[in-house]
């Protein structure tokens, strides 16, 4: 999108400013990880720079999963504005001893809406170490647990969770022609 896709607004509401409303909610700590700290001082959360630059969406689990107080930490990519309360809720309550409880839709696993542990780290460092970039790289690495789509389907019928916005033409999409953007 050539800008910083957190700040699009969606509804006349940034997504960040959405998903944090949600997360202060649900948790009892938000970690938002960026390279622009700056637009996010206004957010009581913990606010950190990736621990491993410039190694994407990796390198940004890995510090939001570090810079956690706790063992679980629920993890989602910055341009889904649709999260859906109840999913969240009933991911966790999936946890079992796993490493990673991730949902798997008719598009395949979901890594940026899913939840992992702090077992997590040492295999995500050694997937960055080797070069790797993938998130599901390391899961082979660690107990997965897979929720699929027809397990969860009536919390969120229309699939809205997973929905991100990476191109205009998904902006676009999304609002229905509206007016919004990046502020």
């Given at each position: 999108?050539?800008q910083n896709?957190?700040?699009?607004?969606?509804?006349?509401?940034p997504?960040?400013?959405?998903?944090?409303?949600?997360?202060?909610?649900l948790?009892?700590?938000?970690?938002?990880?960026?390279?622009?700290?700056?637009s996010?001082?206004?957010?009581d959360?913990?606010v950190?720079?990736d621990?491993?630059p410039?190694?994407?969406a990796?390198?940004g689990?890995?510090?939001?999963?570090?810079?956690?107080s706790?063992?679980?930490?629920?993890?989602?990519?910055?341009?889904m504005?649709?999260i859906?309360?109840?999913?969240?809720r009933?991911?966790?309550?999936?946890?079992?001893?796993?490493?990673?409880?991730?949902?798997?839709?008719r598009d395949?696993?979901?890594?940026?809406?899913?939840?992992?542990?702090?077992?997590?780290l040492?295999?995500?460092?050694?997937?960055?170490?080797e070069?790797?970039?993938?998130?599901?790289?390391?899961?082979?690495?660690?107990?997965?647990?897979?929720i699929d789509?027809?397990d969860?389907?009536?919390?969120d019928?229309?699939?809205?969770?997973f929905?991100n916005?990476n191109?205009l033409?998904?902006?676009?999409s999304?609002?229905?022609?509206?007016?919004?953007?990046v502020k």
């Amino acid at each position: 999108m050539g800008q910083n896709k957190a700040l699009i607004e969606i509804e006349g509401t940034p997504i960040i400013t959405r998903t944090y409303a949600l997360f202060r909610g649900l948790f009892q700590e938000v970690v938002i990880v960026t390279n622009q700290k700056e637009s996010f001082i206004n957010f009581d959360s913990k606010v950190c720079q990736d621990l491993i630059p410039n190694k994407g969406a990796l390198g940004g689990l890995y510090t939001g999963i570090f810079c956690s107080s706790f063992q679980y930490s629920f993890c989602v990519a910055c341009d889904m504005p649709f999260i859906n309360e109840f999913l969240v809720r009933y991911l966790f309550d999936n946890i079992q001893g796993d490493d990673v409880i991730v949902p798997r839709t008719r598009d395949g696993l979901q890594p940026l809406h899913a939840i992992y542990s702090k077992n997590c780290l040492a295999p995500i460092k050694r997937i960055i170490e080797e070069g790797g970039y993938r998130i599901i790289d390391f899961y082979e690495m660690v107990k997965v647990k897979i929720i699929d789509e027809r397990d969860f389907l009536f919390l969120d019928p229309l699939r809205e969770s997973f929905i991100n916005v990476n191109t205009l033409e998904e902006l676009i999409s999304i609002t229905g022609g509206k007016k919004s953007g990046v502020k």
